[in-house]
């Protein structure tokens, strides 16, 4: 994910690059644009943004933003905008001094030696003259427009134009440009502190649904070894082992996110030992497991409630009782089925109610888009299957 993420930031890039490049009314094959002041100061205009969009998101923001220091934030902001409208400039000044837009126009002036300037223009006569003479005068001075020089008094230096424009090229011309990359970078960071935001909370809740778990198998299997002791089994202190193995698991184990699916699927026979202990031949129980686990990881504990209500509902020692348990993987694909008669119905609490529904809320947090779960159930038994997508 980290890593579609740069790509998606280097594609970015690299448009963003692109734009003045594209936008250079010099642009040709020969790429003279590149010499080009005004290109030049486009380009490293769009460098600098891209700079801002970066600083503004990993130090302005978090640094000045969420700590509330809000007019030490608007300043930085405020800098940036300037030095970014500014240092373009800096670097790559006029040539001679004058905006390159009067270097054509005054180079064609100077070869053309018929150019005029306003005051090679002869004054027009103000006294009284004859129609005649009026008609010469215009046919000598007016038959075409005067071609002017910019140095003349009529016309003001380009020194002088440079200075009035030059406020509208730095900032005016630059302002959307940025706000675009102020904007993109603000709007991003909030949206990125929401997504952690949401991380935490459900972090938050997967630990409360885990902390809920332990306890409701603990008791569980506490319950187990009870049977053992007042029945005076010499299984108990086998099933004391095999709780402590169970147990270890759990606290070393269920606090990662993953873990690998041998170690479930070792830790959950372990369990089903634990539980068979206490069973007798009224019990018709099977276990089978096929595909290569090895390397493939499951969330820790989200399989076993299945087995525990399976032990719970499906064992009795005065009815015949059958619990069958398939785990079948074909590559990251685990098919899981549990099947049980329901022959225990004093074994009905609060507990299940909590266990099942802790269960398919840490389904839903984990493996959202990637489960299926099929419950069949009625007054003789009860039927589980569970599709899981474990690819990463």
């Known amino acids: 994910m980290k890593n579609k993420n740069i790509y998606y930031h280097i594609i970015l890039i690299l448009l963003l690059l692109l734009i003045p490049v594209l936008s250079s009314p010099e ?11 005004p290109f030049q100061r486009d380009f490293s205009r769009y460098v600098l943004l891209i700079v801002f969009f970066y600083l503004n998101l ?4 978090p640094k000045l933003y969420d700590k509330r220091r809000l007019l030490l934030y608007w300043v930085c902001v405020f800098v ?9 400039f800096f670097v790559f000044p006029d040539n001679h001094g004058s905006d390159p837009r009067f270097d054509f126009f005054q180079n064609e002036m100077s070869n053309d030696k018929n150019a005029q300037t306003f005051e090679d223009i002869p004054p027009p006569p103000f006294e009284n003259i004859s129609p005649e003479e009026s008609k010469k005068f215009e046919k000598e001075n007016f038959t075409r427009p005067p071609k002017m020089r910019p140095h003349g008094k009529g016309f003001p230096p380009p020194k002088m134009m440079d200075r009035e424009d030059s406020f509208s090229r730095k900032y005016i011309s630059g302002l959307l440009p940025f706000l675009f990359s102020f904007l993109s970078s603000f709007f991003l960071y909030q949206s990125i502190k929401k997504k952690e935001i949401e991380r935490a909370k459900a972090k938050a809740d997967l630990l409360n649904l885990r902390y809920q778990l332990q306890p409701h198998f603990l008791f569980n299997t506490l319950n187990s070894i009870y049977s053992l002791i007042l029945m005076k089994s010499d299984d108990a202190s086998e099933g004391i082992l095999k709780l402590s193995n169970v147990m270890r698991y759990i606290v070393e184990e269920s606090e990662n996110d993953f873990v690998l699916l041998s170690k479930e699927l070792f830790y959950i026979k372990d369990y089903i030992a634990l539980q068979l202990i206490r069973t007798d031949s009224s019990l018709d129980f099977s276990y089978e497991e096929s595909g290569n686990t090895e390397g493939v990881k499951i969330v820790p504990m989200i399989l076993m409630n299945f087995i525990e209500n399976a032990f719970k509902y499906g064992y009795n020692a005065e009815e015949s009782s059958k619990i069958s348990i398939n785990v079948n993987l074909d590559g990251e694909k685990l098919n899981f089925k549990v099947f049980n008669n329901i022959v225990n119905y004093s074994a009905a609490d609060e507990s299940t109610k909590v266990g099942m529904k802790n269960t398919t809320e840490r389904l839903d947090k984990l ?5 299926s779960l099929n419950i069949q159930e009625n007054k003789k038994s009860y039927f589980v299957e569970l599709n899981l997508d474990l690819s990463s």
């Open 27 to 37: 642009l040709d094959s020969n790429l003279r644009m590149i010499n080009s002041t």
């Open 58 to 61: 990993a130090v302005f923001l």
């Open 80 to 88: 940036s905008y300037v030095w970014i409208c500014t240092l373009p």
């Open 367 to 371: 493996y959202a888009g990637k489960y």
